[in-house]
């Protein structure tokens, strides 16, 4: 353990090293890591703010979403009720339909029998007048009684 | 070292711890400014060097983007160095982080060389210096700077003229005189000489436990690897000898491992005492 010239000599490099590294190691690394800690907490602050757009997106989209379902709710039950009224309106046209063919069959089958009921009626008025021919051959003409026996027609 | 007389255990020792110097032979005074330890200078520069090498190297690269681990390894350092000062400083730092970064980085380097295989530099040492003609037997060389009290007494007073700077650059000169003389007792006239001799005794405290607690560390640190390296070269015919070989390995190990906490610790106390002497400067009593 001696002391001697090397203390000084080492006084000198102490300061020359710490100059040194004053000068050319520290501001370097200093701004890196001041840089990079700007540059997290930008991104941190980018990555808050789209989360709070995404958020905003979402609610926007749930809002669509509802919108849609009730436009959709509303458009079916006007369906609907179109539908209901259509099957009602052919439903009242059918049974319409349907009376006036009746009717018409019916005053088809009325003008039927009348017919034929005419015709029977002449039938018998010639049967009756043949028979009453028969019966009174003598003392019936034909052109003599015709009133008589258009009359008698008419009341069968 | 040569075979035709091994040396005995003490000439072992005395001869590794036997500096290098300008002289060529041990100093005889125990302080004589005209000499000087080459080899402690030569490491100790050199190793100085390696370490403002290898963080500029970290500087020249540095980028804010992704780091590489080398880059992450050193902004780790430099981010203990800068919490460190910011909590123990309180001033401009732009000079005193950046000094306590390379006291640490130079220290621990300066330290490292303890756990270098204890014969291998001075044995080739010794082969380069036979070789240029000279006597090998008295070529000498310590490879640990902080085992010798000149470096770490010099950084120990490159702190202590930093504190005296900061105090006169904060206080200025009438201030710092003015507390020198009224701390720690107070402002009274019969007070100042005790004040003063108080002072004294504090700078001159500091200095030298901050500059003795490294180099004691190390040198104690170095005399036992050499103590160790003995109980290897005591391998003989004996059974004893065996033992004390077998013994030299487990030591060995265990001491190594130990060391590499010393050495980081050492560096790191003695980067912190300079954060707190200089802090203390920076302070008004």
Redesign the interface.
Known sequence: ???????????I???I??????K?????????????RS?IADGLAAADKAKADSSLAEKRIADELRKARESAAEFRSVAERQVAQLIEDARNESARIVKAAREAAETEAGLASQRAKEALREQVATLAVAGAERILRKEINAQAHAELLSQLKSEL | MSAEHAPNASEYIVHHLT?L?SLGHK?S?????????LD??FW??SL?ML??FV??R???K????V?TRF?AA??IL??MV?DQSKSIVHGDR??I???A???FV?IFAMNAMDLLPLDALPRLWAIIYGSAGHDPEHAYLRIVPTA????T???A??VL?LCIYYSIKIKGLGGWIHELFTAPFGNHPVLYPFNFAMQMIEFVAKTLSHGMRLYGNMYAGELIFMLIALMGAALAASFSGVLLWVGGIFAGTIWAIFHILIITLQAFIFMMLTLVYIGQAHETH
Do not use: C, Y
């Not at chain 1, 050319?24 to 701004?31: L, Y």
């Not at chain 2, 005074?29 to 330890?37: E, I, N, Q």
């Not at chain 2, 010798?148 to 470096?151: E, I, S, Y």
């Open positions: 353990m001696n002391l001697n010239g090397t203390l000084l000599q080492q006084v490099v102490f300061f090293l710490g100059w040194f590294t004053m050319f190691v520290w501001p370097p690394i200093m701004k890196a890591l001041d840089e990079r540059q | 500096h110097n100093q005074s125990l302080v004589d400014w005209s000499v000087f330890h402690t200078m100790s520069i100085g370490a403002i963080l500029s970290a500087a020249l540095a980028t804010s983007g780091p880059q050193v902004e430099v981010e800068e732009s000079f982080a950046p000094l970064l390379t006291v130079w010798d009290l000149n470096a007494l010099g950084m007073v490159g003229l």
